[in-house]
Every structure is written in structure tokens, then in C-alpha cells.
């Protein structure tokens, strides 16, 4: 199980995720994250990049990244809405952003 998960569907969403992740690493709580829609486009932010290293899963949903992104590289996993429900399903507790 996983104490957490990011569900990020904006793409203003970088400075509130990275204060919470922080916040998490310094409890030691485990958490993943969902990249979906618009929310994609926080994968730009270096710090946000920098904290997903102590993610336990970060997934971005692969035809949002194709749609906001284009053909750059994702940096993190490209899954789909499934991935999203698998991630769901492992996590105590949901924050969506």
C-alpha cells in the first residue's frame, strides 16, 4: 500500500506538489503520482522532477502527455487511465490537484 497519491490534472499544480511531496519526504510517507490532462505539463518543473525521485510509482497518462507535449521525452512512466485505477486501488488516501 501506498500512504498517498497525487492525482494531477492541472498544470498550475507544481508548487503545491512539491510542497506536499516534500512534506511527505520529511514524515517518510510514501506516496505516488498520476499525471493526467493539462496536469502533464508539470512534469516541465525541475523541482517536482527532482522530488519524483522519492516517489514510490509516477505515471503520466500517455495521450494526455501526447496531447499537451507532443514528442518531447517523459520523463517519468507513460501508462494509461488503467494505470491510474491500479495506483487508486494501492493508495490509502487520494489528493487530487
Known amino acids: 500500500m501506498t500512504d498517498l497519491m497525487f492525482l494531477v490534472s492541472r498544470p498550475?499544480?507544481?508548487a503545491t506538489l512539491a510542497a506536499l511531496m516534500r512534506a511527505?519526504?520529511?514524515?517518510?510517507?510514501s506516496w505516488a503520482c498520476f499525471f493526467t490532462n493539462e496536469?502533464?505539463?508539470?512534469l516541465t518543473d525541475r523541482e517536482v522532477l527532482e522530488l519524483l525521485a522519492c516517489?514510490?510509482?509516477?505515471?503520466?497518462?500517455?495521450?494526455?502527455?501526447?496531447?499537451y507535449m507532443g514528442n518531447?521525452?517523459?520523463p517519468?512512466?507513460?501508462?494509461?487511465?488503467?494505470?491510474?485505477?491500479a495506483l487508486a486501488a494501492e493508495a490509502v488516501k487520494i489528493i487530487s490537484l
Open 72 to 74: 518531447e521525452r517523459c
Open 24 to 29: 511527505c519526504r520529511r514524515r517518510g510517507t
Open 55 to 67: 516517489a514510490s510509482k509516477s505515471v503520466a497518462c500517455e495521450h494526455s502527455w501526447t496531447r
Open 76 to 85: 517519468v512512466d507513460l501508462g494509461s487511465q488503467t494505470g491510474n485505477s
Open 12 to 14: 498550475d499544480a507544481g
Open 39 to 42: 496536469g502533464v505539463r508539470t
